[in-house]
Antibody, heavy 123, light 106 residues
Framework: EVQLVESGGGLVQPGGSLKLSCAAS????????MHWVRQASGKGLEWVGR??????????AYAASVKGRFTISRDDSKNTASLQMNSLKTEDTAVYYC??????????????WGQGTLVTVSS | SYELTQPPSVSVSPGQTASITCSGD??????ASWYQQKPGQSPVLVIY???KRPSGIPERFSGSNSGNTATLTIRGTQAMDEADYYC?????????FGPGTKVTVL
């Protein structure tokens, strides 16, 4: 059974940093791209970014709203993906989901989602 | 920048058909996916690559994509289908979601 468990959320002041982790199990993590999507309270879904597998050179891509502030990384030896968030703004307040990219196919699909972790940016 | 639009809400009677549209410039040239999200839960993939259903998704869910519009159709809608539905596509290396449609089963 595929499981994705996020951790690391919490309260942080504007301008601060926070690192989220995603522990994966139940599938071949090293072969899968991983994504982060966020959702502000009562709002829609916003893609944050992704990291591809080693076979794809761990290539990353980010939404314009977080580029230069957020960094996605992975540790295949620990089946873990991470989201380092710097220079946080109040508008970054949201639930952050870790997501597996479905294997194969012509485009990425988000077939398994974690339960999410809440990040609150406030003074 | 590329944008997707969805109606804010759709109402449907139990057993009837609900159609949720998602519009974007030449969306039919891209792949569309659909996600269902119930209150307090994580989203669930219900349609991918325009019209494919993941394992475990009921056959009453179907999708199409042509021209500027992708459509999610729920036939024989049940009370358990009441949820927010988001369309999603890719614009180059960026994933884009529609604003979501709240489906109410009256």
């Amino acid at each position: 059974e595929v499981q994705l468990v996020e951790s690391g959320g919490g309260l942080v002041q504007p301008g601060g940093s926070l690192k989220l982790s995603c522990a994966a199990s139940g599938f071949t993590f090293s072969g899968s791209a991983m994504h982060w999507v966020r959702q502000a309270s009562g709002k829609g879904l916003e893609w944050v970014g992704r990291i591809r597998s080693k076979a794809n050179n761990y290539a990353t891509a980010y939404a314009a709203s977080v580029k230069g502030r957020f960094t996605i990384s992975r540790d295949d030896s620990k089946n873990t993906a991470s989201l380092q968030m710097n220079s946080l703004k109040t508008e970054d307040t949201a639930v952050y989901y870790c997501i597996r990219d479905s294997p194969g196919g012509p485009v990425a699909n988000f077939d398994y989602w974690g339960q999410g972790t809440l990040v609150t940016v406030s003074s | 920048s590329y944008e997707l639009t969805q109606p804010p809400s759709v109402s449907v009677s139990p057993g009837q058909t609900a159609s949720i549209t998602c519009s974007g410039d030449k969306l039919g040239d891209k792949y569309a996916s659909w996600y269902q999200q119930k209150p307090g839960q994580s989203p669930v993939l219900v349609i991918y690559e325009d019209n494919k259903r993941p394992s475990g998704i009921p056959e009453r869910f179907s999708g199409s994509n042509s021209g500027n519009t992708a459509t999610l159709t729920i036939r024989g809608t049940q009370a358990m289908d009441e949820a927010d539905y988001y369309c999603q596509t890719w614009d180059s290396t960026t994933a884009l979601f529609g604003p979501g449609t709240k489906v109410t089963v009256l």
